[in-house]
């Protein structure tokens, strides 16, 4: 059974940054996909970023490119979301999400419904 667990987030102001993480664990195929969700107040559940185990490929939403970068420790299946940069409207709380014997595939990588664990979740607010 996939386990994943989430930590990293905290209060900046804006222009700051943080790092999460996310330890994965119970994977049996090498090839997952790996991503972070975030989900503000009010608001529906978004992707951010995926990658694919295994793979050096990581993918973005056009909300975060350019300022996240995804990292994928595959040695010890440790997730990591790097956020630069930070605005307002990325204050959420992320959750880290795992879809297991599959690739990150560009049709599938931003719905919620393709992955079936999910971190607790950490909290990030971005004060302006």
């Known amino acids: 059974q996939v386990q994943l667990v989430d930590s990293g987030g905290g209060s900046v102001q804006a222009g700051g940054s943080l790092r999460l993480s996310c330890a994965a664990s119970?994977?049996?195929?090498?090839?997952?996909?790996l991503g972070w969700f975030r989900q503000a107040p009010g608001k529906e559940r978004e992707a951010v970023a995926a990658?694919?185990?295994?793979?050096?490929?990581?993918v973005y939403a056009d909300s975060v490119r350019g300022r996240f970068t995804l990292s994928l420790d595959d040695a010890t299946n440790t997730l990591y979301l790097q956020m630069n940069s930070l605005k307002s409207e990325d204050t959420a709380i992320y959750y880290c999400?795992?879809?297991?014997?599959?690739?990150?595939?560009?049709?599938?990588?931003?719905?919620?419904?393709?992955?079936?664990?999910w971190g607790q979740g950490t909290q990030v607010t971005v004060s302006s």
């Open positions: 999400a795992a879809a297991t014997n599959t690739f990150c595939r560009s049709t599938h990588w931003s719905l919620p419904h393709t992955y079936g664990s």
């Open positions: 990658t694919t185990t295994g793979a050096n490929y990581p």
């Open positions: 119970g994977f049996t195929a090498h090839w997952n996909c």
